[in-house]
């Protein structure tokens, strides 16, 4: 359906990299080596990406202003809601800047157009407040504000919706992950250091063996799915962890809780235990580790 369909098309468009690359690479080069203020942005202290948060207020503001514009309410409303939106745009856009540049291709080819939309709407908002500081009204550009606000906020939803960049890509595992105790295999077949992906009845697993010691989690990283067990394990005794293998999230192997971002949400983890030889494992019945 129109203009959906369209919107699935840029997610297709290989020229849209061009601009991408260079916008998340200097996106790198500006949180990589600050990790505090990279897991700030993710949302990783919220236990929730922050990205979405901040837009309810920023946009909020912004399309209030024109409502009130749009029914001829008092300017200085107005003014101070456009004044509030534009305070609030720079934290905004550096949490979706940090999570977008921690997504897939196809969903970075779409928050491209995203990005582009909202900086316009912002333009003419701002654009607005110059020509009230001068005795003009502003209403036409906080409206034309409004009407491409519309369009980067769908652009949004898409890319939070329809491509899941935010979601937990774990939440389900507890529907689906076995609570009766199931074989993962034997033991002495498992690498001593080394995560292998097993299946807990019908959900993969990673499964680590540290000697005698046997850590089961989700293999799915909740950020986007990337397999675990493909990751580098960092780390020993209580600080040990597992690195995602596609956008660099850590997480404990002691309870699946988030230690860096993207992502913002626990890894499941499994109860396993060692019986004649063979490794069994289980879900765990708690609602889930906290982030740290």
Same mark, same amino acid.
């Given at each position: 359906?129109?203009p959906?369909?369209?919107?699935d098309r /840029? &997610?297709?468009?290989? &020229?849209? *990299?061009?601009p991408a690359?260079p916008?998340?690479? +200097?996106?790198?080069r500006?949180? $990589?080596?600050r990790?505090p203020?990279?897991?700030?942005? !993710?949302?990783?202290?919220?236990?929730?990406?922050l990205h979405p948060?901040?837009?309810?207020v920023?946009?909020?503001?912004?399309?209030? +202003?024109?409502?009130? $514009?749009? @029914?001829?309410g008092r300017r200085?409303?107005?003014?101070? /809601?456009?004044a509030t939106?534009?305070l609030?745009?720079?934290?905004?856009?550096?949490?979706?800047a940090?999570?977008?540049?921690?997504?897939?291709? *196809?969903q970075?080819r779409?928050?491209?157009?995203?990005?582009?939309a909202?900086?316009?709407?912002?333009?003419?908002?701002?654009?607005?407040?110059?020509?009230?500081?001068r005795?003009?009204?502003?209403?036409? /550009?906080s409206?034309?504000?409004?009407?491409i606000?519309?369009?980067?906020a769908?652009?949004?939803?898409h890319l +939070?919706?329809h491509?899941s960049?935010g979601?937990?890509?774990?939440d389900? @595992?507890?529907? !689906?992950?076995?609570?009766e105790?199931?074989p993962?295999?034997r /033991?002495?077949?498992?690498?001593d250091?080394?995560?292998?992906r =097993?299946?807990?009845?019908? %959900?993969? %697993?990673?499964?680590? =063996?540290?000697g005698?010691e046997?850590t089961?989690?989700a293999?799915s990283c909740?950020?986007l799915?990337?397999?675990?067990?493909?990751? &580098?394990v960092t780390?020993?005794?209580?600080d040990?962890?597992?690195v995602c293998?596609? !956008?660099?999230?850590?997480?404990?192997?002691?309870?699946?809780c988030?230690?860096?971002?993207?992502?913002t +949400?626990? %890894?499941p983890?499994? #109860?396993?235990?060692v %019986?004649d030889?063979?490794v069994?494992a =289980?879900?765990? &019945?708690? #609602?889930?580790?906290?982030t740290?």
């Open positions: 359906m129109w959906f369909d369209e919107i /840029l &997610e297709r468009r290989a &020229e849209l *990299d061009r690359a916008a998340r690479a +200097a996106v790198h500006l949180l $990589d080596d990790k203020l990279k897991d700030a942005l !993710h949302g990783v202290w919220l236990g929730h990406p948060v901040l837009v309810q920023t946009l909020g503001s912004l399309l209030s +202003a024109s409502l009130v $514009d749009l @029914v001829g200085s409303v107005s003014s101070g /809601l456009i939106g534009l609030l745009t720079p934290p905004t856009v550096a949490a979706g940090a999570d977008w540049s921690d997504s897939n291709p *196809d970075q779409v928050g491209v157009v995203h990005a582009a909202n900086g316009l709407a912002v333009t003419c908002y701002a654009a607005a407040l110059v020509q009230r500081a005795g003009r009204s502003g209403r036409v /550009l409206l034309l504000g409004a009407a606000s519309t369009v980067g769908t652009l949004g939803g +939070a919706y491509q960049l979601p937990n890509h774990t389900r @595992v507890r529907d !689906h992950a076995p609570q105790w199931r993962l295999g /033991l002495a077949d498992l690498p250091g080394a995560p292998v =097993r299946d807990a009845g019908e %959900v993969p %697993v990673f499964v680590l =063996r540290r005698t046997v089961v989690l293999n909740p950020h799915s990337a397999p675990l067990s493909d990751g &580098e780390g020993s005794d209580g040990a962890r597992i293998p596609w !956008h660099g999230s850590e997480f404990s192997l002691t309870d699946g988030v230690v860096h971002g993207p992502a +949400a626990a %890894v983890v499994f #109860a396993a235990r %019986v030889g063979g069994q =289980r879900i765990v &019945e708690s #609602a889930g580790a906290p740290l």
